[in-house]
């Protein structure tokens, strides 16, 4: 609930209004049983206990990098069904990569996390409990968020967006839009749509290819809205926000890190506002793709920075525990089968 919505709720129980600021605050720093609310009286929290519930994200199992201090977590939902989330150190701060599906329908080739397709969407608290889960079990404070795990986010748009406006509530977490970056694969419509409510989030786009025809053998959506169709629906956010958005491009060995990939790639970008995130891509067992080795990134990044495209190449975190969404899922589903 909104604070409004639970403000609404609260009333309804006889309860004075300020009741629902202190529940969405409890709620919100990751509290995931009414009896521990201990500013109100036992009979609201036995009316909360018997008519309402919390969504819990309970670790499955914890991963602990040996090269740096990423966690990474397979989170068991209420109805039994598994998701991922990672936590990362940088110099700014903790940062969460959080899911926002139970896998995933895009059905990206180079990607885990749609290995069993889509069994269904999180709820807006379901999202927000990856990150309240993550601070309590670490005594840390959560200052970034992506939404880059399993699922897209944009075909989860309502509880998408009403995360965003949970997360960023001054009385919650309190995490600003502005450190908060939402993935697509590009489905047009709702990048149109997340424009005009002109959160000041950063867009990531998976861009992966510069040649449609290319782009549709590893991305299924592109047959829907080809590169065309989704660099103009970014110009379009661009303009509508004047957020600069951030492409993503994983690095496929003899698959999109060509010199001709990288002159196409910075043809279609120039004048943009935009940046390039060079990703050398992680190895999936169902697949035979294989990253870029480290000599072709670099002729890709030295490429486009050439041509002026703001390029950078992200730092690998956690990759002794396969840090990337879906393949622990993917091996418990595997182990049970």
């Known amino acids: 609930m909104t604070p409004a919505e639970l403000e609404a709720f609260i009333k309804e129980l006889g309860e004075p209004a300020f009741r629902a600021r202190q529940i969405f605050s409890w709620v919100q720093n990751g509290c995931t049983d009414f009896s521990e609310m201990t500013n109100l009286s036992k009979t609201l929290r036995e009316k909360l206990r018997d008519t309402c519930y919390i969504a819990v994200a309970e670790i499955e199992k914890r991963l602990s990098s040996n090269l740096d201090e990423t966690v990474k977590y397979l989170y068991r939902l209420h109805d039994g069904e598994l998701i991922e989330s990672v936590l990362m150190k940088y110099h700014h701060g903790y940062t969460v990569c959080a899911s926002t599906q139970v896998g995933c329908r895009m059905g990206c080739k180079f990607c885990a996390s749609g290995l069993f397709g889509l069994r269904?969407?999180?709820?807006?608290?379901?999202?927000?409990?990856?990150?309240?889960?993550?601070?309590?079990?670490?005594?840390?404070?959560?200052?970034?968020?992506?939404?880059?795990?399993?699922?897209?986010?944009?075909?989860?748009?309502?509880?998408?967006?009403?995360?965003?406006?949970?997360?960023?509530?001054?009385?919650?977490?309190?995490?600003?839009?502005?450190?908060?970056?939402?993935?697509?694969?590009?489905?047009?419509?709702?990048?149109?749509?997340?424009?005009?409510?002109?959160?000041?989030?950063?867009?990531?786009?998976?861009?992966?290819?510069?040649?449609?025809?290319?782009?549709?053998?590893?991305?299924?959506?592109?047959?829907?809205?080809?590169?065309?169709?989704?660099?103009?629906?970014?110009?379009?956010?661009?303009?509508n926000t004047g957020r600069r958005i951030s492409f993503e491009y994983a690095l496929i060995d003899h698959v999109n890190d060509s010199m001709r990939h990288a002159d196409e790639l910075a043809r279609l970008l120039k004048g943009m506002l935009c940046h390039v995130n060079l990703i050398p891509a992680n190895p999936v067992v169902e697949n035979d793709f294989k990253r870029s080795d480290v000599g072709r990134v670099s002729r890709f990044q030295e490429r486009l920075l050439k041509h002026g495209i703001n390029t950078t190449v992200r730092r690998t975190l956690g990759a002794d525990i396969n840090a990337s969404c879906g393949q622990l899922r993917r091996e418990q589903k595997n182990s049970i089968v």
């Not at 601070?135 to 959560?142: A, L, P």
């Open 120 to 239: 269904r969407n999180l709820t807006a608290s379901e999202i927000l409990a990856q990150i309240t889960a993550a601070q309590k079990g670490n005594g840390i404070r959560v200052s970034n968020v992506v939404l880059m795990g399993m699922g897209e986010p944009l075909d989860n748009f309502d509880n998408t967006v009403r995360f965003l406006e949970l997360v960023s509530n001054e009385n919650g977490l309190n995490i600003g839009l502005r450190h908060i970056s939402v993935s697509t694969s590009g489905l047009v419509p709702r990048i149109l749509e997340l424009s005009t409510l002109h959160f000041p989030v950063t867009l990531s786009v998976s861009l992966h290819n510069p040649f449609s025809d290319e782009r549709s053998k590893i991305m299924p959506v592109n047959n829907k809205y080809d590169v065309s169709e989704l660099l103009a629906a970014c110009r379009e956010y661009i303009k």
